[in-house]
C-alpha cells in the first residue's frame, strides 16, 4: 500500500472556517491522487481514507457528503473524492449539522470500520452505534468495535504497550480484504510481548 498523510488547514494555524474548508482539503487531496495516479503508482480504484477525532470526521465526510459548498474547484469536480473503504477512529461527528457525515447517510456507499473506546470522553458508544446502524439500514458494509476500557485515541501507539493498536490493524487487514482493497495473506506481523485482545475485552456489531 502507499500511505499519504493530508495536511489540511486549520482554524488558528490558517485563519479558515473549519471543518468545511478541511473538508474542501480533504476532498482535493484524493482528487490530486486519482489525477496524478499513474505517476505515484496509485491504484485510482482502491482509495482507501483513514482518520481519527476530526480526521474520522474529514474521512466520512468524503464518502457521505456531497453538496457543492464543500468542493475545492482547484481540481475537476468531475473527478470523484468517493473513497473506496473508510476506516475510522473514534471519528467527531459535533459540528454544523451540514457537515456532519451522520446526516448524509444514502445508499452506495462504500464500506466502513470504525474504532472507539467504551471510556472516550469525548464521542458516546450510543452515537456511533446510531451511525452503525443507518449505514447497514442504507444497505452499507459497516463494522463498528468497541474496545472496553479504551479512551479517545486508543488505538494509537504502535508499540508493545498498546495491544490495541495491532488488534485494530488485524481487524483492518481483514476487512480490507473482504472488500477487495488488498489481496493475500496478511503481512501483519505482532512483535513479541504483545498482549493479545481477547473477545472479552471488546464489543463488536456487523
Known sequence: MIAVS?????????????PLECVKDAKSAIRYLRVNARELKVDPEKVVVAGGSAGGQLASAMATI???????????????????????????????????PPNHIVKGLPPFITFLGDEDRAITVESLESFHKALK????????????????????GRH??????????ELE??????HGILS????VRIPEGVATISKQEYDSYQ
Open 6 to 18: 493530508v495536511d489540511y488547514r486549520l482554524k488558528d494555524r490558517d485563519g479558515v472556517e473549519v
Open 66 to 100: 456531497t453538496g457543492p459548498e464543500t468542493n475545492d474547484d482547484a481540481y475537476d469536480l468531475s473527478i470523484s473524492c468517493k473513497p473506496d473503504a473508510v476506516i475510522l477512529y473514534n471519528p467527531y461527528f459535533k459540528c454544523a449539522p451540514e457537515l456532519s
Open 137 to 156: 439500514e442504507a444497505g452499507t458494509a459497516s463494522e463498528l468495535y468497541i474496545g472496553k476500557g479504551g479512551k479517545h485515541g486508543f488505538c494509537n
Open 160 to 169: 508493545k504497550d498498546n495491544p490495541f493498536f495491532y488488534w485494530s490493524l
Open 173 to 178: 487487514d481483514r476487512f480490507l480484504v473482504e
Open 184 to 187: 493475500g495473506a496478511s503481512m
